[in-house]
């Protein structure tokens, strides 16, 4: 089950309610897609830093490759969800000509948005679960 936003008409009166929100919905486009270059960035760096992943043994560094690589495909795709919602706010215009292509893009949008939440969780999960064993091993 996806999140679809509710179908609209193209008529004036919509493209004025799009129009109307085209500076918050960018706002909050670029907002979600720098918070996903960033997040990209501070793991690629967190990984290039030398000895990261070695420091622990050879299993721990198995465990942060595979952490590494699932961060970056997540962050990837999150880029493209939010540069999908860029493409939808860039494509509003007075005219209204350009609404369906807009409300294309918006609806992607809401259609990846629920599978990026959920696949942000599952690496908080496995995150905090990795964190949780390796403080736990160390104490012992």
């Keep these: 089950m996806t ?4 179908p609209l008409d193209r008529n004036r009166e ?3 309610a799009f129009l109307a929100g085209r500076r918050s ?12 270059t960033f997040m990209a960035a501070a793991f690629a760096i967190a990984a290039a830093m030398e000895g990261y ?5 050879l299993p721990n560094a198995a465990g942060a490759t595979i952490e590494f690589t699932l961060v970056s495909l ?7 969800v939010f540069g999908q919602l860029i493409r939808c706010g ?15 893009r918006h ?13 942000c969780f599952g690496l908080f999960v496995a995150m905090g679960v990795h964190d949780f064993q390796s403080s736990r091993a160390k104490s012992h």
Excluded: K
């Design 53 to 57: 992943a070695w420091s622990c043994g």
């Design 25 to 36: 919905l960018l706002t909050m486009a670029f907002l979600g897609f720098g918070a996903f």
């Design 74 to 80: 997540t962050s990837l795709y999150g880029m493209w």
């Design 3 to 6: 999140a679809q936003p509710p």
């Design 90 to 104: 860039m494509l509003l215009d007075e005219s209204g000509q350009t609404l369906q292509a807009a409300l294309d």
């Design 14 to 16: 919509d493209v004025e």
């Design 107 to 119: 609806r992607a949008f809401w259609t990846h948005a629920p599978i990026l939440s959920l696949l």
